[in-house]
């Protein structure tokens, strides 16, 4: 009898699972980067439990802004598909909320332009470990964002 053997999980995704699960409680705790990381809570589209992602937010217009490394394959992305009424628990405070998917690569763009100009140092090297050029003109940003995708929150709100 021939087994198929299972496939290893991806050593960064089980090092970022781990690291998230740390991050989760230090913020659960008030402690760790408030300033910059948000703990998301989605109800699970397939479990209906509620899962915890820390994730780096920017404010702006009345919204807060997160954005995934991994694009539309991210669990919390697929989770606020099914359902968009969220948590988030931002500086210590905690939040009902109600997401709001982007898929305009302009907006897209112009958010990770907001993040350049806030953090230039730190979103400048995450986001060319991601692929945007050194150099990079409008259009490479604009490329860049049509493989990302782009959740706007507006807090308080939890109508379905």
């Not at 669990?75 to 709001?100: C, E, F, K, S, T």
């Not at 990770?112 to 409008?138: N, V």
């Not at 964002?145 to 959740?151: E, R």
């Amino acid at each position: 009898m021939q087994t198929t053997p299972i496939p290893s999980r991806n050593p960064v995704w089980t090092w970022m699972s781990a690291w998230n699960r740390r991050v989760c409680a230090l913020l659960e705790r008030g402690a760790g980067p408030r300033n910059m990381v948000l703990l998301l809570t989605t109800t699970g589209r397939k479990s209906g439990l509620p899962r915890q992602t820390p994730l780096q937010f920017e404010e702006a217009g009345g919204f807060i802004y997160v954005s995934s490394a991994r694009g539309s394959a991210a669990d919390w992305y697929r989770n606020i598909l099914a359902d968009p009424r969220v948590q988030v628990r931002i500086r210590g405070q905690v939040h009902p909320g109600m997401a709001n998917p982007i898929q305009d690569p302009e907006q897209i763009a112009d958010f990770f332009s907001l993040r350049l100009r806030r953090r230039p140092l730190m979103i400048g090297l995450l986001l060319r470990l991601e692929g945007l050029p050194l150099f990079y003109r409008r259009q490479d940003l604009l490329r860049f964002a049509a493989q990302k995708v782009l959740i706007a929150i507006q807090l308080g709100e939890t109508r379905a």
